[in-house]
T-cell receptor, first 113, second 112 residues
Framework: GENVEQHPSTLSVQEGDSAVIKCTYS??????FPWYKQELGKGPQLIID?????GEKKDQRIAVTLNKTAKHFSLHITETQPEDSAVYFC????????????FGTGTRLKVLA | GAGVSQSPSNKVTEKGKDVELRCDPI?????LYWYRQSLGQGLEFLIY????????KSGLPSDRFSAERTGGSVSTLTIQRTQQEDSAVYLC??????????FGSGTQLSVL
């Protein structure tokens, strides 16, 4: 079945350094790839997304890249700040009659001051 | 309200009891999802509602789980005869546009 693998499961970086989280997906029909940030006690919040017709998208300190051939996509956070500390989830989705998402297992990012 | 509202925020119940979890989506959002998040795990899809179409129930783990959405708005997830393995955070999300899910803060369910 459809699957999304996410790595690493935990990531610690020094404040100001960059963080990269990687995901791979199994279904080549996937065409939409969002990233969510989940802070403690809250629901996930969409931070950036990319569609299959685009290779890269950037929003201030956050960027996402997509390699359709290899079926993987990555989240890049530059100049990390303590408030970036959270759990990040990638997801892949496609339109199969209903719009279903498959989420990765999450990456706990710790930004050390 | 401006966001997706879920109630209760926390629910403690005894094994074997039934529970109902409620979700108020953002007004105007036609799609509504339920997910389950176990401790330290990812988001497990449970059920999806879109407008007046038949729901996608393919993620419900057993027949003890059911959900309904009345009037295309509020949704209730019901778990009958709860088991300890049902303990998790149950997240609701709504969407008005393909691809952009807005999540509530979830209901933390603890089955003793």
């Amino acid at each position: 079945g459809e699957n999304v693998e996410q790595h690493p499961s935990t990531l610690s970086v020094q404040e100001g350094d960059s963080a990269v989280i990687k995901c791979t997906y199994s279904d080549s029909a996937s065409n939409y790839f969002p990233w969510y940030k989940q802070e403690l006690g809250k629901g996930p919040q969409l931070i950036i997304d990319i569609r299959s017709n685009v290779g890269e998208k950037k929003d201030q300190r956050i960027a996402v890249t997509l390699n359709k051939t290899a079926k993987h996509f990555s989240l890049h956070i530059t100049e990390t700040q303590p408030e970036d500390s959270a759990v990040y989830f990638c997801a892949a989705s496609w339109n199969s009659g209903t719009y279903k998402y498959i989420f990765g297992t999450g990456t706990r990012l710790k930004v050390l001051a | 309200g401006a966001g997706v509202s879920q109630s209760p925020s926390n629910k403690v119940t005894e094994k074997g009891k039934d529970v109902e979890l409620r979700c108020d989506p953002i007004s105007g959002h036609t799609a509504l999802y339920w997910y389950r998040q176990s401790l330290g795990q990812g988001l497990e899809f449970l059920i999806y509602f879109q407008g007046n179409s038949a729901p996608d129930k393919s993620g419900l783990p057993s027949d003890r789980f059911s959900a309904e959405r009345t009037g295309g708005s509020v949704s209730t997830l019901t778990i009958q005869r709860t088991q300890q393995e049902d303990s998790a955070v149950y997240l609701c999300a709504s969407s008005y546009e393909v691809g952009k899910l807005f999540f509530g803060s979830g209901t933390q369910l603890s089955v003793l």
